[in-house]
């Protein structure tokens, strides 16, 4: 497999990745999709701004090598 999926991915803390919802017994979908897959998902830490250039750099290129690529119906 040339690209293998990861045991653990490390994303952004805001509720649009599923941390920091207004619902503490709910998850995001994204979480939900990531735990299904057996991807643990590890939040950056709340307010340490050096840790998010290396989140939000990483997101930006599976964005472009995955996301973008892709269309979805709904």
């Given at each position: 497999m040339a690209h293998p999926i990861p045991e653990i991915l490390k994303i952004d803390n805001d509720s649009a990745f599923g941390a920091n919802l207004p619902h503490?017994?709910?998850?995001?979908?994204?979480?939900?999709?990531?735990?299904?897959?057996?991807?643990?998902?590890?939040?950056?830490?709340?307010?340490?701004?050096?840790?998010?250039?290396?989140v939000e750099g990483f997101n930006s290129v599976f964005s472009k090598k995955f996301w973008n690529k892709l269309q979805f119906s709904d």
């Open positions: 503490a017994k709910y998850i995001g979908k994204i979480t939900f999709f990531l735990l299904n897959l057996g991807v643990y998902p590890l939040y950056i830490a709340p307010r340490s701004p050096w840790n998010n250039g290396q």
